[in-house]
Structure formats: C-alpha cells, structure tokens
C-alpha cells in the first residue's frame, strides 16, 4: 500500500480536502516539532551544497516558484536556496510572532524562531535543498541569539517529518482538528 503522504500530498488529495471543507467538513492532525537551537546540528548540506547559495532574501526572488508571498507577515523572512542566481527553493521564518494556523482553523503564538512554507522545486529535490534551508536558518537564529525553533507538520507529511527530525527537531506536541457544520473539536496532547 502507498505511504499515507503520497495519497493526500498532491493536488487531487488538496482538491478532496477542500471540496470537504467548503461543505464544513475538516479534519486535520499536526505535530508541532520543537529544537534546541543551542543543542542543534551544525548546518550542513552536504557536498551537494557547494551547487548553490541559501540566504535570505527579498519575497520577490522566489516567484517563480509561486511561492505563496501575499501571505508573509511584515517582519516575515524568506529563505531561499539559489542555484546560478535562481530560485530553487525557499522557506518563510519568524520570531515570536502568531501566526493563523489555517487547518487548525486558530491563531498560534511561536515562541521563538517558527519555520514554516519549506518548499523545493520539484524538479531539483533530493539534492539537499530543503536541508541546507533549515540547516541554515537555524544557523542563523543561532547567531542572533534566538534558542528555540518550532515547525508545525501535518501527520501525513512524512518527508517534512524526516526532515525536521534530522536537524534536532523532536516532535514536542501533536494537534488535533475536527470540525463537521456547527460542531468542532480541538485537542493538544504531548508526544
């Protein structure tokens, strides 16, 4: 049988998911990853790296990438990896700062560095990108004296989960979202 995320991680799953929620009907599980930063790995992209540049930059470099720039925060980062001065992915950061957690359908405070949107053009993944984007983000949240990063993951994305899992992110939390017409249900149990 196919992994979970490889039956709802695309744009007929996205299709159902929101067809349901239209009519009132959601439901969604989130583990919420928590690190250290002071007890993080160093970031390391492997030999790939040296390919290309991960830095922050303005939100206009990454749409090409149809990143999703209209929903960035005012003091929101972006984080891109470029290859050859073109995107090749990206992800958004902040610090202490709420943000709407649209399938938990609630504002969330992040205390903290939050990481979220990690994103690779899919022609370029497995070549380390996201990695070195993490990697470096917490390097650099690091470096300015921040000691806790926090993503927020869905249950079914198993290559995110992986990903956070090798930079030290430890699952901390998971969230849990019903909701049929009138009636939802919310719960937040440990790990």
């Known amino acids: 049988m196919p992994r979970l995320w490889r039956l709802t991680r695309n744009r007929y799953g996205r299709a159902v998911y929101d067809a349901l929620a239209r009519r009132g009907i959601t439901a969604t599980e989130m583990i919420e990853y928590v690190a250290d930063l002071e007890d993080a790995p160093a970031a390391d992209g492997g030999s790939q790296r040296s390919a290309y540049a991960v830095e922050t930059c303005d939100p206009s470099t990454v749409t090409a ?13 972006v984080v891109a990896a470029l290859e050859d001065d073109r995107p090749r992915g990206y992800l958004f950061c902040s610090v202490d700062a709420a943000h709407e957690i649209h399938p938990l359908e609630r504002e969330l405070r992040f205390e903290g560095v939050y990481i979220r949107r990690v994103f690779v053009d899919p022609d370029h993944r497995n070549r380390g990108i996201a990695t ?50 009138p009636f939802s249900h919310r719960s937040v149990r440990p790990t």
């Open 65 to 77: 990438l149809d990143a999703p720039i209209k929903e960035l925060q005012s003091d929101e980062l």
């Open 132 to 181: 070195a984007l993490v990697g470096e983000t917490c390097r650099l949240a690091r470096k300015r004296g921040e000691e806790r990063a926090t993503a927020l993951v869905a249950l079914d994305n198993s290559p995110s989960r992986a990903l956070f899992e090798r930079h030290g992110f430890d699952p901390n939390r998971r969230r849990r979202y019903v909701r049929v017409g």
